[in-house]
């Protein structure tokens, strides 16, 4: 039987991370859910077979690097990636710092799992 699809799913909390990743494992794929707070991720690890939880920050390209290769090295290659972890500020647009609107994380996220 191969090997099932592998899908890293970052910013799992309760709300759209969770309701992704029961997606994904209802599919038939292996979850790897991502977030910086583990009690999210490890309650949907045990709920949920051949979903795996990982502790990490994606603002962090170390993270990053260190969570690709953790799953590549445990796994396989992943063949999905569903970037769901944000960032945000409050107020007027104009008046929001530009490193706030940083789509880097996105960036990191995408060339190490090309890569």
């Given at each position: 039987?191969?090997?099932?699809?592998?899908?890293?799913?970052?910013?799992?909390?309760?709300?759209?991370?969770?309701?992704?990743?029961?997606?994904?494992?209802?599919?038939?794929?292996?979850?790897?859910?991502?977030?910086?707070?583990?009690?999210?991720?490890?309650?949907?690890?045990?709920?949920?077979?051949?979903?795996?939880?990982?502790?990490?920050d994606v603002?962090?390209?170390?993270?990053?690097?260190?969570?690709?290769?953790?799953?590549?090295?445990?796994?396989?290659?992943?063949?999905?990636?569903?970037?769901?972890?944000?960032?945000?500020?409050?107020?007027?647009?104009?008046?929001?710092?530009?490193?706030?609107?940083?789509?880097?994380?996105?960036?990191?996220?995408?060339?190490?799992c090309v890569?």
């Amino acid at each position: 039987m191969p090997d099932k699809p592998i899908v890293i799913v970052t910013g799992v909390g309760p709300g759209t991370g969770s309701a992704i990743v029961r997606r994904f494992a209802a599919e038939g794929f292996r979850v790897i859910a991502l977030a910086r707070s583990p009690d999210p991720i490890r309650a949907l690890e045990q709920e949920l077979p051949d979903t795996h939880a990982m502790i990490s920050d994606v603002s962090s390209e170390r993270q990053v690097a260190d969570a690709v290769a953790d799953v590549r090295n445990r796994y396989n290659s992943p063949k999905l990636l569903i970037h769901n972890a944000v960032g945000g500020g409050w107020g007027p647009f104009l008046e929001i710092e530009p490193q706030m609107l940083r789509l880097s994380p996105n960036f990191r996220w995408s060339r190490q799992c090309v890569t």
